[in-house]
C-alpha cells in the first residue's frame, strides 16, 4: 500500500511577525494565483516526489558557531562554522537559502515530471536553543509558509500534495483542540473538505491523488509516540484512546479502498527501524503490522520520515507473536543507540530472513524511510519514485479489469493459544487478532503490474557544493535503485511506447546512454520495488560475504559520514 498526504492553502508570507534576523527572505516561487485546482487530471507521468523533514530556521546565521545551533557567532574558537547555504553534518537547522533552492529546483526539475508529492512534516526548526525557545506562533507560520510554497509549486499546476505532521509541528498532542483546527487551516487546500471531521478529531486523513485508484493516507504518528504524555500506550482496555481511535479508523478506510479495489500509500512521519523500540509503544506497532499484513493486497507501501538518514525495514508476521512473556511489556526493550547500532539492528534482522525457497512472502511489508532536506546531521536530499502506469498512459485514469482477489487466512504463532488464557494476557492486542489476512500474489505489492512501485532516484547536495561559497549547490543522483538496462528502451522490436523512469535531463551523462552495463550509482539493481524484491534485497544484505553491498548500504544510509 502506498500511502500519500496532501498539502496546505496559504494566504499571505508570515516571515515579517517576528523579528527574525536579517537573511535571504523565505520567497515566494511563482505569483501567488490561488484559482481553483483543475478537475481534468493531466496525463499521469508514473513518478511522484516523496520530501521530508525540511526544518527551516528563521534564526539561523552565518559564520556562526555549530554549539550554539548556528544561531549565534560565539564561542569564536570553534573551528566549524555555518556556511550560507547550510551546514552538512551538523546540529544545525535548514537556512531559508537552502529551503528556497529547493522548492526552487523542485519548481524548475521535476513540478512538471511528476504526479503527486508526498510531504512528510517536520516543518518547524528543533528546539535545541535554549535562549530562543521555539513557540507555537513560528512553528505555525513556519508551516504556513511551506504550505503555501507547496501550493504555489505544485497544487496550483494539479499536481496533489498529501501532508503529514511531524513531531517538530506538534508536541503533547490529543485532539480536538485548538493546534489541529489551525493545522486545518494551514492545510485546507490538501485535506479533502470530506476529511474535515475526522482530521479535527486526530489530523489523519486520506486524499484520492488517482481518483479511484491510488489513495494516500496520511496518519497522525503523534498519537503512537511515547514521548507524547498526554495519550496512552494503545491499550485494547482502552478504546477511547487517540491510537486506537486512529487504528479503528484505518482499519475502516483500508476495508473501504479494498471493497473499492483501490490501492493505497500509507504516509506516517515518526517512525523508523526503531517502531520497535522505546520511540514507540508496542501494542501500537503490533497494531500496525497486523493491519499491514491484513490488507497486503491493497496496500502499495509505506513511505516515513523523521530519522534523517536512509533505510529500510520489514513489517514481520513475526512481531505479532509471542516471543516471551517479557515481550508482553508495556514498551520494548530494544533501544537502538547511535547509527552503528541502527545499521548492525538491520542487518542482523536481514541475517535471520528464511531462505529463498522458505519465504512465504504473506508474512512481510516493507517500510521506506527517506534522508531529510534538513543537512542536520547529513546531507539535503529529496527521493523520486516510479510506479508502473501501463495500462493508463494513453488515457486518463481508466479502470481495469482487476482480478479476483484471493481469500484471506487467519494467522497465529508462539504461545498465543496458552498465554492468552491467562488473565495476565487476556486483553492484550496480540490475544484479538482473529480476522483473515488479505494477500494476494498477484497484487501489485507482489508482482509487478499496473500501479507497482518500480523504483526510485535519490538526489541529495554534495558536501563540497554545500560548502563552496563561490557557487550556489546543485543537487546531483546519490543512487537509483533500478537495472541499469531499465533506464532506457533498448532495441527489442515491437516494445511498446517506452517510459522512462527517469527523464535523460535528470540522469548524469555517465548514465545518458544505454550501453552503460555497471554504475556505482545502481548498486542494487532491483527489478521493481515490490515486497518479494525488497526482500531479496535484505537477504543479500543479511549476507555476510556480500561486503561491498553492505558497504554501500551504511553509505547510503548515513551519506557517506
Given at each position: 500500500?502506498?500511502?500519500?498526504?496532501?498539502?496546505?492553502?496559504?494566504?499571505?508570507?508570515?516571515?515579517?511577525?517576528?523579528?527574525?534576523?536579517?537573511?535571504?527572505?523565505?520567497?515566494?516561487?511563482?505569483?501567488?494565483?490561488?484559482?481553483?485546482?483543475?478537475?481534468?487530471?493531466?496525463?499521469?507521468?508514473?513518478?511522484?516526489?516523496?520530501?521530508?523533514?525540511?526544518?527551516?530556521?528563521?534564526?539561523?546565521?552565518?559564520?556562526?558557531s555549530e554549539s550554539s545551533a548556528c544561531h549565534r557567532k560565539k564561542p569564536r574558537k570553534e573551528k566549524s562554522r555555518s556556511g550560507y547555504y547550510?551546514?552538512?553534518?551538523?546540529?544545525?537547522?535548514?537556512?531559508?537559502?537552502?529551503?528556497?533552492?529547493?522548492?526552487?529546483?523542485?519548481?524548475?526539475?521535476?513540478?512538471?515530471?511528476?504526479?503527486?508529492?508526498?510531504?512528510?512534516?517536520?516543518?518547524?526548526?528543533?528546539?535545541?536553543?535554549?535562549?530562543?525557545?521555539?513557540?507555537?506562533?513560528?512553528?505555525?507560520?513556519?508551516?504556513?509558509?511551506?504550505?503555501?510554497?507547496?501550493?504555489?509549486?505544485?497544487?496550483?499546476?494539479?499536481?496533489?500534495?498529501?501532508?503529514?505532521?511531524?513531531?517538530?509541528?506538534?508536541?503533547?498532542?490529543?485532539?480536538?483542540?485548538?493546534?489541529?483546527?489551525?493545522?486545518?487551516?494551514?492545510?485546507?487546500?490538501?485535506?479533502?473538505?470530506?476529511?474535515?471531521?475526522?482530521?479535527?478529531?486526530?489530523?489523519?486523513?486520506?486524499?484520492?491523488?488517482?481518483?479511484?485508484?491510488?489513495?494516500?493516507?496520511?496518519?497522525?504518528?503523534?498519537?503512537?509516540?511515547?514521548?507524547?504524555?498526554?495519550?496512552?500506550?494503545?491499550?485494547?482496555?482502552?478504546?477511547?484512546?487517540?491510537?486506537?481511535?486512529?487504528?479503528?479508523?484505518?482499519?475502516?478506510q483500508l476495508k473501504m479502498f479494498r471493497k473499492r479495489q483501490m490501492r493505497n500509500v500509507s504516509v506516517p512521519l515518526t517512525t523508523s527501524r526503531?517502531?520497535?523500540?522505546?520511540?514507540?509503544?508496542?501494542?501500537?506497532?503490533v497494531r500496525y503490522v497486523e493491519l499491514s499484513l491484513r490488507f497486503q493486497d491493497t496496500i502499495l507501501g509505506h513511505l516515513y520520515g523523521h530519522?534523517?538518514?536512509?533505510?529500510?525495514?520489514?513489517?514481520?508476521?513475526?512481531?505479532?507473536?509471542?516471543?516471551?512473556?517479557?515481550?508482553?511489556?508495556?514498551?520494548?526493550?530494544?533501544?537502538?543507540?547511535?547509527?552503528?547500532?541502527?545499521?548492525?539492528?538491520?542487518?542482523?534482522?536481514?541475517?535471520?530472513?528464511?531462505?529463498?525457497?522458505?519465504?512465504?512472502?504473506?508474512?512481510?511489508?516493507?517500510?521506506?524511510?527517506?534522508?531529510?532536506?534538513?543537512?542536520?546531521?547529513?546531507?539535503?536530499?529529496?527521493?523520486?519514485?516510479?510506479?508502473?502506469?501501463?495500462?493508463?498512459?494513453?488515457?486518463?485514469?481508466?479502470?481495469?479489469?482487476?482480478?479476483?482477489?484471493?481469500?484471506?487466512?487467519?494467522?497465529?504463532?508462539?504461545?498465543?493459544?496458552?498465554?492468552?488464557?491467562?488473565?495476565?494476557?487476556?486483553?492484550?492486542?496480540?490475544?484479538?487478532?482473529?480476522?483473515?489476512?488479505?494477500?494476494?500474489?498477484?497484487?501489485?505489492?507482489?508482482?509487478?503490474?499496473?500501479?507497482?512501485?518500480?523504483?526510485?532516484?535519490?538526489?541529495?547536495?554534495?558536501?563540497?557544493?554545500?560548502?563552496?561559497?563561490?557557487?550556489?549547490?546543485?543537487?546531483?543522483?546519490?543512487?537509483?535503485?533500478?537495472?541499469?538496462?531499465?533506464?532506457?528502451?533498448?532495441?527489442?522490436?515491437?516494445?511498446?511506447?517506452?517510459?522512462?523512469?527517469?527523464?535523460?535531463?535528470?540522469?548524469?551523462?555517465?548514465?545518458?546512454?544505454?550501453?552503460?552495463?555497471?554504475?556505482?550509482?545502481?548498486?542494487?539493481?532491483?527489478?521493481?520495488?515490490?515486497?518479494?524484491?525488497?526482500?531479496?534485497?535484505?537477504?543479500?544484505?543479511?549476507?555476510?560475504?556480500?561486503?561491498?553491498?553492505?558497504?554501500?548500504?551504511?553509505?547510503?544510509?548515513?551519506?557517506?559520514?
Amino acid at each position: 500500500m502506498f500511502s500519500l498526504t496532501i498539502f496546505i492553502l496559504g494566504t499571505s508570507w508570515l516571515l515579517q511577525a517576528f523579528p527574525w534576523p536579517i537573511q535571504e527572505p523565505f520567497s515566494s516561487i511563482l505569483s501567488l494565483d490561488f484559482g481553483s485546482v483543475p478537475l481534468a487530471p493531466p496525463k499521469l507521468h508514473g513518478r511522484f516526489l516523496h520530501i521530508t523533514d525540511i526544518h527551516p530556521d528563521p534564526h539561523y546565521k552565518v559564520d556562526a558557531s555549530e554549539s550554539s545551533a548556528c544561531h549565534r557567532k560565539k564561542p569564536r574558537k570553534e573551528k566549524s562554522r555555518s556556511g550560507y547555504y547550510g551546514t552538512p553534518f551538523s546540529e544545525c537547522d535548514s537556512p531559508f537559502p537552502l529551503t528556497n533552492f529547493t522548492l526552487k529546483f523542485l519548481d524548475k526539475n521535476w513540478a512538471s515530471e511528476i504526479d503527486f508529492v508526498i510531504w512528510t512534516g517536520d516543518n518547524a526548526r528543533h528546539d535545541n536553543d535554549r535562549k530562543i525557545p521555539r513557540t507555537l506562533n513560528e512553528i505555525c507560520d513556519l508551516n504556513s509558509m511551506l504550505a503555501m510554497a507547496m501550493e504555489d509549486i505544485f497544487l496550483n499546476k494539479g499536481v496533489p500534495v498529501v501532508p503529514s505532521l511531524g513531531n517538530n509541528d506538534v508536541w503533547l498532542l490529543s485532539g480536538p483542540n485548538n493546534i489541529i483546527d489551525r493545522f486545518l487551516s494551514i492545510w485546507n487546500a490538501f485535506v479533502p473538505f470530506s476529511s474535515y471531521q475526522v482530521f479535527r478529531r486526530g489530523a489523519y486523513f486520506s486524499v484520492e491523488v488517482i481518483p479511484g485508484e491510488i489513495a494516500v493516507i496520511s496518519l497522525n504518528t503523534m498519537y503512537f509516540y511515547d514521548s507524547n504524555k498526554v495519550v496512552g500506550g494503545c491499550e485494547f482496555r482502552e478504546p477511547d484512546d487517540p491510537g486506537n481511535l486512529q487504528f479503528d479508523w484505518l482499519e475502516v478506510q483500508l476495508k473501504m479502498f479494498r471493497k473499492r479495489q483501490m490501492r493505497n500509500v500509507s504516509v506516517p512521519l515518526t517512525t523508523s527501524r526503531t517502531a520497535r523500540s522505546d520511540l514507540h509503544f508496542v501494542y501500537k506497532y503490533v497494531r500496525y503490522v497486523e493491519l499491514s499484513l491484513r490488507f497486503q493486497d491493497t496496500i502499495l507501501g509505506h513511505l516515513y520520515g523523521h530519522m534523517n538518514n536512509d533505510h529500510f525495514f520489514l513489517l514481520e508476521a513475526g512481531d505479532l507473536e509471542f516471543l516471551s512473556e517479557s515481550d508482553l511489556t508495556p514498551v520494548d526493550n530494544i533501544t537502538l543507540k547511535g547509527r552503528k547500532r541502527l545499521y548492525d539492528s538491520l542487518v542482523d534482522d536481514f541475517s535471520n530472513l528464511p531462505k529463498k525457497g522458505e519465504t512465504d512472502h504473506d508474512n512481510y511489508g516493507v517500510v521506506n524511510v527517506s534522508p531529510s532536506v534538513v543537512p542536520n546531521p547529513y546531507l539535503p536530499s529529496f527521493r523520486i519514485y516510479t510506479y508502473n502506469i501501463t495500462q493508463a498512459r494513453d488515457s486518463a485514469y481508466v479502470k481495469s479489469k482487476k482480478p479476483k482477489r484471493k481469500h484471506g487466512k487467519q494467522r497465529g504463532g508462539g504461545d498465543k493459544q496458552k498465554l492468552c488464557k491467562k488473565k495476565k494476557y487476556e486483553d492484550s492486542w496480540r490475544c484479538k487478532f482473529d480476522q483473515p489476512w488479505h494477500s494476494d500474489p498477484d497484487a501489485p505489492s507482489r508482482i509487478n503490474s499496473l500501479w507497482s512501485p518500480l523504483g526510485y532516484a535519490q538526489y541529495y547536495i554534495p558536501e563540497k557544493r554545500l560548502v563552496d561559497e563561490t557557487r550556489k549547490p546543485k543537487f546531483k543522483l546519490e543512487y537509483l535503485t533500478y537495472r541499469l538496462d531499465a533506464l532506457h528502451p533498448g532495441d527489442v522490436e515491437g516494445r511498446p511506447e517506452f517510459q522512462y523512469p527517469i527523464p535523460l535531463k535528470q540522469l548524469p551523462k555517465s548514465l545518458r546512454e544505454g550501453n552503460v552495463t555497471s554504475s556505482k550509482m545502481a548498486p542494487y539493481e532491483m527489478d521493481d520495488l515490490t515486497i518479494p524484491s525488497w526482500v531479496e534485497l535484505a537477504r543479500r544484505l543479511g549476507d555476510p560475504s556480500r561486503k561491498k553491498l553492505r558497504k554501500r548500504f551504511k553509505q547510503y544510509m548515513f551519506m557517506g559520514e
